[in-house]
């Protein structure tokens, strides 16, 4: 059985730490989850993608939706459809794949009312459970099954078969048998694949949180502003920066070759820019890096939750202020008048 650790790596300027465990087809068995019903409560992207990879292994899969489009898609795609609650019911595995700022009510509301003690809870984040807005009730297992996959992918590298990775963790066992079921799943949905890796509801919830909060997309912002500051158009700025396409084939290369393993692909000029001009000092690397810590920090100490929630209960006035104003910046109007030139729609 997998045990529940609190992974915790220092890595060493050598590159010693400790591994974490991974798990592939050889290590999940079908039978631990064939003959039960599997619930899927969210059929978006995701729930959609994993509906259909565990249809195609053979389990028996439902969908729990209210009445909208995405219950009707369900239903196109063939799936029983029903009530929440009355799907929640009849469920013996619960997959909870609706946003994370609607989770715990529907939970409350709709799911909780329906459990029986040996159901299963898997959580695709660890964000709800690990900020205790969802407790569930002691005698349900609780695992998570964290895709690193958009949802499309997760039902495409399926269908080509190669399959997706995922971090996996169990949060509660409550009859012993939550990891192999855990494990079980992952095979359904094509991740044992390419291989499931041993993390924890905190881990996934800091590294998820930290990949949408470290600032890539201002870092961008303010690029561009420097640079027509320089006297640079805004369109040669967009272009070189991302408006061209060439950064999808870049995130490729990292995909395929590594993050600095794919600079061999650039000109020599570029390699040196890269990976020696643009450093910095050690102290300003250390500098940076101090900024991450805190993110990390607000992070694991709730303070991002908090706020979260609190920008939730006064109806999203912080989050409107922010998209009208980045929606009226100037480079975004820019942005809309190139988009317009190539072709192509701006949001």
Avoid at 4 to 32: C, P, T, V
Avoid at 173 to 178: E, K
Wanted: hydrophobic residues 40%; aromatic residues 8%; contains cysteine.
């Amino acid at each position: 059985m997998i045990t529940l650790r609190n992974l915790k790596y220092q890595i060493s300027n050598e590159g010693d730490h400790e591994m974490a465990n991974w798990y592939f087809d050889k290590d999940a068995d079908l039978a631990w989850v064939e003959g039960k019903t599997i619930g899927i409560f969210g059929y978006g992207n995701q729930g959609r993608s994993q509906a259909l990879n565990m249809r195609d292994a053979g389990l028996n899969v439902i969908v729990g939706s209210r009445s909208d489009d995405s219950a009707r898609k369900s239903r196109d795609d063939g799936f029983e459809t029903l009530p929440l609650a009355e799907a929640a019911e009849k469920a013996d595995v619960l997959f909870i794949l609706v946003p994370d700022e609607v989770m715990p009510q529907i939970y409350e509301e709709s799911l909780a009312p329906g459990l029986s003690a040996g159901n299963t809870l898997v959580f695709a984040s660890g964000y709800n459970i690990h900020f205790k807005y969802i407790q569930p009730r002691a005698d349900v297992n609780v695992i998570m099954i964290a895709p690193r996959m958009v949802g499309q992918g997760v039902r495409d590298t399926v269908v080509a078969g190669t399959g997706f990775p995922s971090l996996v963790a169990v949060h509660q066992d409550a009859d012993g048998s939550a990891a192999k079921t855990m494990l079980g799943l992952s095979r359904a949905i094509g991740s044992t694949r390419m291989g499931v890796i041993e993390s924890s509801f905190e881990e996934e919830t800091i590294v998820d949180l930290f990949h949408e909060q470290f600032g890539s997309l201002h870092a961008i912002r303010r690029a561009l502003e420097v640079l027509t500051e320089a006297g640079c158009s805004p369109e040669a700025a967009m272009l070189e920066m991302y408006a061209s396409g060439e950064v999808r084939e870049i995130g490729q290369y990292y995909v395929d070759h590594g993050l600095f393993g794919q600079l061999k692909l650039h000109s020599r000029t570029s390699e040196y820019g890269q990976l020696v001009y643009a450093r910095g000092k050690p102290e300003q690397e250390e500098a940076h890096k101090n900024q991450l810590r805190a993110i990390v920090e607000r992070i694991r100490d709730g303070s991002f939750a908090r706020e979260w929630t609190e920008v939730q209960a006064n109806g999203m006035t912080a989050m409107k202020e922010a998209q009208e104003e980045i929606e009226n910046h100037p480079m975004m109007v820019e942005e809309r008048k190139l988009y317009e030139r190539l072709g192509r729609f701006s949001s």
